[in-house]
Structure formats: C-alpha cells, structure tokens
C-alpha cells in the first residue's frame, strides 16, 4: 500500500470535530486503563444520578475518598459503546472504573 494512501483515514478523523472527540476519548480511555491505579470499581447504578445545573440533563457522581466527587454524563455519545469507563476524580488523581450495563437493543 502507498504511504500516502495510510495517512488519508487518519487525516479524514482528525479534521472532523466529532470523529476527532471521539478518537481522542477512545485514547484517553486506553491510556488511562493502563498507567491508572483504580481506586474502585463500581456499577453504574452504584452512582448518585442528579439533576445538571442548567438543564443539562442527567449526571452521575460517586464521592472519592478526598471529599470531591467522580462525575459522569451517562448520556455523552461514545458511552454507548463502552463497556466500562474509566472516571476521574474533580479534584485529586484518584479514578474509579464504572461498569456500564447496557440492555442490548430489543430487551426491555
């Protein structure tokens, strides 16, 4: 194959600001499942869900062991793909592993 023809799929990611989010949450996820010690792992629906402030809609928080608490917006788009998300926490170094359990399409 052309050396040139192997950098077009990463060009055509990298100028697309969605394709772009997405690849860089995919790598970050990568990088932090392997240099991160988790503090925990928990399920979802351990999580307290809240109201966002401003009508965001729903967010996730788990309190850490500093006083702050873990975040997650259940609702962002490359969840859906997810398995399991590494979270970290507001204010310290600290992270949780959140297992998302997902209904496969059809089951209710």
């Known amino acids: ?3 040139l023809l ?3 799929a990463p060009s055509k990611t ?3 600001p969605q394709r772009r989010a997405r690849y860089d949450r995919i790598l970050t996820q990568r990088e932090l499942r392997s240099v991160v010690t988790l503090q925990d792992e928990i ?3 351990e999580m ?4 966002e402030p401003q009508g965001g809609g ?3 928080t788990y309190v850490c062991r ?5 975040a997650l917006n259940p609702d962002d788009d490359e969840l859906c793909e997810l398995e399991a ?3 970290p926490c507001s204010s310290c170094s600290n992270h949780i592993l959140v297992r998302l359990h997902r209904q496969p399409p059809g089951v209710d």
């Open 43 to 45: 399920d979802l629906d």
């Open 6 to 8: 192997l950098c077009v």
């Open 85 to 87: 998300v590494v979270v």
């Open 58 to 60: 729903k967010v996730y």
């Open 66 to 70: 500093c006083g702050d608490v873990y």
């Open 1 to 3: 194959m052309h050396p």
């Open 48 to 51: 307290h869900a809240e109201e």
């Open 14 to 16: 990298l100028r697309d």
